[in-house]
């Protein structure tokens, strides 16, 4: 069976930074593969920031206001069966090219809630979601920052209904270990 992966490079410069590194070669180590990598590369994405304006609820449900590439990514993110994040940790959290595309992804669930385990959660707005993973580059980051953003990575795959799988620093994985992690999630 063909998988599906997307991963979205919140890397804010083209630089050799060890996560564009890992990705580059990612791409090249993978191609024989039967799992499909898609990589996007979110600084080179049109992505309008978040409004709050909820139009993509309320005026047009699952679809934002505004006209850029946000919407084709959420199309591939969907019918994907794994969703990475991809960033540096600077000061302690990830790239603020990562966090706007999040803000972004509102319109993939209803704005009603539910009830689960004593939390409010948004409803699905499609009948599957792709399971969550996230890879970094330590850089600075103390071990308290890492603990942080993996916290916020599980929480958020909660209410975006996926199974938060993977959470690893590219300098403390290869590329085969990754590439047959992704390829079995």
Same mark, same amino acid.
């Given at each position: 069976?063909?998988?599906?992966?997307?991963?979205?490079?919140?890397?804010?410069?083209?630089?050799?930074?060890?996560?564009?590194?890992?990705?580059?070669?990612?791409?090249?180590?993978?191609?024989?593969?039967?799992?499909?990598?898609?990589?996007?590369?979110?600084?080179?994405?049109?992505?309008?920031?978040?409004?709050?304006?909820?139009?993509?609820?309320?005026?047009?449900?699952?679809?934002?206001?505004?006209?850029?590439?946000? +919407?084709?990514?959420?199309?591939?993110?969907? /019918?994907?069966? $794994?969703? &990475?994040? !991809?960033?540096? %940790?600077?000061?302690?959290?990830?790239?603020?090219?990562?966090?706007?595309?999040?803000?972004?992804?509102?319109?993939?669930?209803?704005?009603?809630?539910?009830?689960?385990?004593?939390?409010?959660?948004?409803?699905?707005?499609?009948?599957?979601?792709?399971?969550?993973?996230?890879?970094?580059?330590?850089?600075?980051?103390?071990?308290?920052?890492? +603990?942080?953003?993996?916290?916020?990575?599980? /929480?958020?795959? $909660?209410? &975006?209904? !996926?199974?938060? %799988?993977?959470?690893?620093?590219?300098?403390?994985?290869?590329?085969?270990?990754?590439?047959?992690?992704?390829?079995?999630?």
């Amino acid at each position: 069976m063909d998988r599906k992966v997307v991963i979205l490079n919140g890397e804010p410069e083209p630089s050799q930074s060890p996560v564009n590194k890992f990705l580059l070669d990612l791409r090249h180590y993978n191609s024989a593969s039967e799992t499909e990598i898609k990589i996007v590369d979110l600084r080179d994405s049109k992505v309008r920031q978040c409004i709050g304006c909820f139009d993509c609820w309320i005026k047009t449900p699952g679809k934002c206001r505004f006209e850029d590439d946000v +919407e084709l990514i959420l199309r591939a993110i969907i /019918r994907s069966d $794994l969703l &990475i994040f !991809a960033s540096t %940790l600077t000061m302690g959290m990830y790239s603020a090219v990562l966090k706007r595309f999040q803000d972004r992804m509102l319109p993939i669930v209803h704005p009603y809630l539910d009830m689960v385990n004593n939390e409010c959660h948004h409803r699905k707005r499609y009948p599957s979601y792709p399971n969550l993973g996230f890879i970094y580059d330590e850089n600075d980051a103390t071990p308290a920052e890492i +603990e942080n953003v993996r916290f916020i990575y599980s /929480r958020m795959s $909660l209410n &975006i209904h !996926a199974n938060f %799988l993977l959470f690893k620093s590219v300098n403390q994985t290869t590329l085969q270990e990754f590439s047959h992690e992704i390829s079995h999630i």
